[in-house]
């Protein structure tokens, strides 16, 4: 008889595979370990293995980014410098002291700051010590001289209680068909690479994830969450349906994917994509995205030893522009600080990194940095059609001050005698309640505005976006936010320039009804998102999505809200 355990379901889609438990038992391996006698010479064991795996991870990082995989390649990156920190190091000597055993020493003094992140009892920080407990395990693994676990030839599922990012990011997409976790974090860096690759995945297994063994026939329903543990040929053929469903579903998206956006009356939206790297732009045409609405360039200067420079920035910035077709490629400048930390960078720690110096603020006082990126995008637009997005701003002045240095950069540039584009569009995000208050008078001074819900619904309801604790508050239609954003739209269409959003909440596709009524011009999200967006706004009208507007902007609570739009969409 079939077992099923339940979870949640986080990426959707059925997979069917047989287990592979990540995340290896180390402990016959440490069982087998001869520590060197002498003390100084396993001290240097460990100091050698550092360096060994920093060496490796470096070259894994560059693999990454020639594949394109500019995300995979920033997790790796964050797991080199967790290597290379010397807190690390110097916790490593104090366990040997007592332990006399290198590999022993690793994993304590891994678990001894991984726990110290748990006890900061904040999901972010809870998620990065399973990537803690990754790097220890690695460096153990090194000294033990274990290899990592090699791949057959058909696609597996990964299971464990908590699967290191590096597993999933190290196997190719095609051979991981399904992921389960134990853990239920869904900003745990396991999951942002699964979805990345829309592999289903179930979360918050929890205990019961035992039940599941090395080898195991499971289906896995990445929507609802349910795990069936050696299906019966019956089983098999319950599933069959929509496996077959999903498969029609993928040929409809394909379909639909050719189609304008344009309600029923003839008002159009523009969807577009969201990228971290120029490789994502081929995913985002698959799709039917008509450009880039939001370029997270700090993924470009992530996975680096240092600064990229000009050059390296116009190639990325070229090659997305390029393959856009003659869509726009909306390039943000680089939002680094708050949970984006760039360490070459040598910025102080600081008690609020969120309200801290990040993103604008910092492009601002670092001229060395901005000024090749603002040359690399206005270079980049010659070749097709570019837009530079700054994130965070607040006031007029930041404005200012960036529109100032684009000029200078025209003229660096004319004298370097370098080819740039005089059509490059400049924009801001919304993202902060100052900005979205003070639209009627940004809007004076930008060609575009596009609001980036993620922050803005932190900052507006003061709830921290990785806090699981407080998640139950954290939600885009509460009514704060949905007055901030139609200010934000109707700001724009009165001076005449376009609003759009690229923030998680363009990719729910009651949201965009709501946005279409309020007038955005475009919606930027995750590639996959794309379909379901547009056939919603496909299905209905604008004066039906304008009655609906009016009933939900009447609405005292968030929670009414996402009711009243189950029920009227
Ligand atoms: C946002 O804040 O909505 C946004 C799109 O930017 P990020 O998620 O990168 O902060
Ligand atoms: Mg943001």
Redo the contacts with the bound molecule.
Sequence with gaps: MAEIVKGKGVIAGIAIGKIMLAGQNLDGYLMAYQPDGDLDAEKKKATDALDKVAEILQSNIEKLQADGGAEQAAIMEAHRMMVQDPMLAENINTQLDELHNAPKAVLAAAEDQAKQFEAMDNEYFAARAVDLRDVGKRIAKYLLGVKEPEIGDGAVILCGQEIEPSVIAGLPSDKIAGVILGAGSTTAHAVIIAKARAIPTVVGVGSAIEKIADGDAVILDGEKGDIVIRPSDEDRAGYAERIKKQAELKAYYEELAKLPTVTQDGVKVQLMANIGSPDDVDNANKYGAEGVGLFRSEFVFMGKQDIPTEDEQFKAYKEAVEKCNGNLCVIRTM?IGGDKPLPYLQIPPEENPFLGFRAVRISLKRHELFMPQLKAILRAGVFGKAAIMV??VINVAEILAVKKLVEEAKVELAHEGKAYSDNVQIGI?V?TPAAAVMTPVLAKYVDFFSI?T??LVQYTLAVDRGNANISYLYNHFNPAVLRLIQLTIKSARENGIWAGMC?EMASDPYAAVILMAMGINELSMSAPSIPRVKEKLRAITSKRAEEILEVIMGLEDGDDVKAQLNKLI
């Design positions: 939002d994130p965070m995000m993202e980036g993620n922050d923030g």
